[in-house]
């Protein structure tokens, strides 16, 4: 069974940090493009980063660039999201995706072939 596990999630204060994980199984991300995505309340989903496993490459949302940092672990099959100087508006539902030989794209977010169940983080100010 395909399943992305994501974990990490939690409170903290503004300038903190958190990481998340994104655990696969089932697959393996060789050739995945691997998405964060996050919903506010209130607000669409919208993608932050995404790994492109090919190259090991990375991209960031504009909000995000410089705070944040993807990576991953091959041997253990998993991509984290490191999160760094989180501030009040990074609280959401955090959401990784897989997407098959993807060009690694913050959206649309329709394209994304798997989702984890997601995990909260709540930024207090």
């Known amino acids: 069974e395909v399943q992305l596990v994501e974990s990490g999630g939690g409170l903290v204060q503004a300038g903190g940090s958190l990481r998340l994980s994104c655990a696969a199984s089932?697959?393996?991300?060789?050739?995945?493009?691997i998405g964060w995505f996050r919903q506010a309340p209130g607000k669409e989903r919208e993608g932050v980063s995404c790994?492109?496993?090919?190259?090991?490459?990375?991209y960031y949302a504009e909000s995000v660039k410089g705070r944040f940092t993807a990576s991953r672990d091959v041997a253990k099959n998993t991509v984290y999201l490191q999160m760094n100087s989180l501030k009040p508006e990074d609280t959401a539902v955090y959401y990784c995706?897989?997407?098959?030989?993807?060009?690694?794209?913050?959206?649309?977010?329709?394209?994304?072939?798997?989702w984890g169940q997601g995990t909260r983080v709540t930024v207090s100010s």
């Open positions: 790994f492109r496993s090919s190259d090991g490459h990375a």
């Open positions: 995706a897989a997407e098959l030989e993807g060009p690694c794209r913050l959206a649309p977010s329709s394209t994304y072939d798997y």
């Open positions: 089932g697959f393996t991300f060789d050739d995945y493009a």
